[in-house]
């Protein structure tokens, strides 16, 4: 049915119920406005009984079946009047007992229709998870309610009170009491139903329309009862509209035959209909209650209790309807909740993706200085294509685990695609390079993928982001994290490039270790970080690290332009410019310190090499005691004979060889037996760890062996109090890291 049938229904109903209404008013006399309501149901009753028949013929099955119980109802009702009015029935006579038998034809024969119409819509379609948690209850409240509704309506008009101006028009109480418990009967039943007949079953409008039709013709028929006692002259007028009103609504009922409602005018006003059904009864009740007291009558003890039962009931109601409210909104907030973590997190590593990513850079930008990285796992094809893409999506969530656990609470690591990730960090303490160690560290370990072990090597990019500095968009930032991390790739794999804006020079750092022939490059520098004693934390020595600014601007982590060039064969140039200008500005500092330089492992056996550290140490007249040469694997060393010939030349000159990173990279036990360093520097990955006693355990074990063999232990990655009381429990008496101090110049480190 179109959206103007519906519209066209609606509006013949009205016109028909303000006709009704006017009527009753009866202007122009009791007898003109009986014969005109008996020509209005005559006429409505007609039209319904065609249209019933009409539409039997038209379905088949359970939608004819239900129809002609319909008719049958119908024409049950027409004989019962057609035989009390050949018993004289205008004279006030009693129905005769066929009439009377006749009589009870209609509400039996609505209820089983309405019950096979019920059965015909089926099981809901379309919808999942069934009714919401309460239901049930307010459908028996619903039905409690139009109960205690229509008993105070039968008991108004007195139970078994005989009269032919209401059906079954007898003068036998009991007759008419057991006719009053029939039609109380279907009534619940019908409002019970539809008060729970759920928009996604079919056959609601059928049913809606049915139900309220023969509630309408019961209602009306008591009301008349209830009139007709009072002593209200014609009150078959005025109580007789649901006899005209009835008879159209089920006419409607029979000629609705689309299945599922079409969202229109039609649907909206069921659910109108159905949302305030459980009150017109209750409402209706109260007026009626109220109207008897004002004209003088009193209240039956019976009517007062059913009322005051029926106020309870629709209160109870009340609250278990807020409650479903209350359940339903919640629902409505969980799913919006759900709905909106899926548009703004990745669905593989429930990481945020790329939107929300940008919202939250954006209100960074707003608010002040962040630190923007951009990490891209190096080579990650390759493990799709050996391993399959279920083992890449499992390296990936294991890659997004391994990062999270290097932010903190008020930082973002996103997805944004691939097997790109994002991280925005807020604060104003950490070091761009310190923040990418970090991260590098964590990605060090292999990756256990669907039986073997993988290797991941990251690129990053960074960009710093100052709250004095133009205000950029997220898109801007993310581009300048990307050009930083492919300048990273074009230097090597496993790198990190610190973003600056004049990002259209070339950054090749052998090019400038070359022209700088022997000097220091431009951009290049030292830091130096303390190594301090424990527990008074007196500075013994600073390690010498090397940082590069490309001439772009971007600084590049050593990692990557010490990488660089040990692949493009300069890394011994750098590692004897390096021990020069660390012992030149030692010097120049008048620092008596033990100075740690790191050099190339490839550098043990290079004689030429060790004759370079002596000139070097005699040029800035440093004691060979206080020099620590610390072994950095960017390879493994191959030779380890050769390598432990080179250590024992290097001490017998007084210079200190260090073991670095042990515990992490191609450090082994093998090492320390093979090689006789004199220091041996715990990895900093042996510093972290949620379990402080495992921890302890572990530093104890390790240092209990360097002990045993004669070396010095310095422990590396000291962030917090708690790694340096755990390390000074199990033994260590030396350590570096963050906590002591960070990397610096030698005029900025105190008590250096």
């Not at 089926?122 to 409240?141: D, M």
């Not at 014609?234 to 109580?239: A, I, M, N, R, S």
């Not at 949620?690 to 074990?701: I, K, N």
Request: hydrophobic share 50%.
């Amino acid at each position: 049915m179109s959206i103007s049938g519906g519209r066209l229904r609606l509006g013949i109903f009205a016109a028909v119920a303000a006709l009704t209404a006017l009527n009753a008013l009866a202007p122009y006399g009791g007898d003109v406005a009986r014969l005109v309501a008996l020509v209005l149901q005559s006429v409505v009753g007609t039209g319904a009984m065609i249209c019933a028949v009409t539409a039997a013929r038209r379905t088949r099955g359970m939608a004819r079946a239900w129809r002609v119980l319909v008719v049958a109802a119908m024409t049950s009702w027409l004989v019962g009047e057609v035989l009390w009015w050949l018993n004289d029935g205008r004279e006030g006579a009693a129905a005769p007992l066929p009439a009377v038998i006749a009589y009870f034809g209609p509400p039996i024969l609505s209820f089983v229709a309405m019950v096979l119409l019920v059965q015909s819509g089926g099981w809901p379609t379309g919808r999942r998870g069934g009714s919401p948690p309460g239901a049930l209850a307010i459908a028996v409240l619903d039905g409690l309610v139009a109960a205690a509704a229509f008993s105070i309506l039968v008991f108004l008009g007195g139970l078994g009170v005989t009269t032919t101006v209401a059906l079954p028009r007898s003068y036998d109480g009991t007759v008419v009491a057991a006719y009053s418990v029939l039609e109380l009967i279907v009534v619940v039943l019908a409002v019970l139903v539809a008060t729970s007949y759920r928009r996604d079953r079919l056959h609601r409008r059928n049913y809606l329309l049915l139900a309220g039709g023969v509630v309408l013709l019961a209602g009306s028929d008591r009301l008349i009862a209830y009139l007709w006692s009072i002593g209200v002259p014609t009150p078959d007028v005025w109580g007789g509209a649901g006899n005209i009103l009835g008879p159209l609504m089920i006419a409607y009922a029979v000629l609705e035959l689309t299945p599922h409602g079409d969202g229109g005018v039609g649907d909206a006003v069921m659910d109108w209909a159905q949302l305030v059904w459980p009150y017109l009864g209750f409402l209706s009740i109260v007026v009626l209650c109220c109207s008897h007291v004002l004209i003088g009558l009193p209240l039956p003890t019976t009517v007062v209790w059913l009322g005051m039962s029926m106020v309870v009931l629709v209160g109870a109601r009340q609250i278990v309807a807020i409650a479903i409210a209350r359940q339903l909104t919640k629902r409505l907030y969980e799913a919006q909740r759900r709905l909106a973590h899926q548009v703004n997190h990745d669905a593989l590593t429930g990481l945020p993706n790329r939107l929300l990513f940008g919202q939250r850079l954006d209100a960074a930008v707003r608010d002040g200085r962040f630190l923007l990285i951009f990490v891209d796992v190096d080579d990650f094809k390759e493990v799709n294509d050996q391993f399959g893409h279920a083992a890449g999506d499992e390296l990936l969530c294991a890659v997004g685990e391994r990062l999270r656990r290097c932010v903190g609470p008020a930082d973002t690591l996103a997805r944004i695609g691939g097997d790109e990730f994002a991280i925005l960090i807020g604060t104003d303490d950490d070091v761009p390079e310190e923040v990418a160690d970090r991260l590098r560290v964590a990605l060090r370990d292999p990756f256990a993928v669907h039986g073997s072990t993988v290797r991941v090597r990251a690129s990053m990019g960074l960009v710093e982001y100052e709250a004095g500095d133009p205000a950029p968009t997220s898109d801007d930032l993310m581009r300048q994290a990307d050009i930083s991390m492919y300048a990273g790739k074009r230097l090597g794999k496993n790198t990190a490039v610190v973003y600056r804006p004049s990002s259209g020079v070339v950054v090749d750092f052998p090019s400038s270790l070359r022209r700088a022939a022997g000097g220091v490059p431009p951009g290049f520098s030292l830091a130096y970080q303390p190594v301090v004693r424990l527990p008074d934390r007196r500075p013994v020595a600073v390690e010498a690290l090397a940082r590069w600014s490309a001439p772009n601007g971007m600084q590049i982590p050593p990692a990557t332009f010490v990488a660089v060039a040990e692949g493009a064969g300069l890394g011994a140039a750098l590692d004897a410019m390096v021990l020069d200008l660390a012992c030149r500005e030692i010097q120049e500092a008048g620092s008596p310190l033990v100075i740690h330089v790191n050099v190339g492992a490839a550098r043990l056996g290079n004689r030429a090499f060790e004759q370079q550290v002596t000139r070097t140490l005699d040029r800035h007249d440093v004691d060979p005691g206080r020099l620590v040469l610390e072994i950095t694997e960017t390879v493994p060393i191959v030779d380890l004979s050769e390598g432990a010939a080179a250590i024992e030349r290097l001490g017998a000159l007084g210079i200190q060889v260090a073991l670095d990173d042990f515990g992490a990279g191609f450090n082994s036990l093998s090492y320390l037996h093979a090689l006789p360093v004199h220091v041996v520097k715990l990895d900093r990955s042996l510093a972290v760890g949620d379990e402080p006693d495992r921890g302890l355990a572990l530093y104890r074990s390790v240092i209990g062996l360097c002990s045993a063999l004669g070396l010095e232990v310095i422990a590396e990655g000291i962030e917090h109090e708690a790694q340096a009381d755990t390390v000074f429990a199990a033994g260590c008496r030396l350590a570096q890291g963050y906590l002591f101090g960070r990397a610096a110049g030698l005029a900025e480190l105190t008590g250096v």
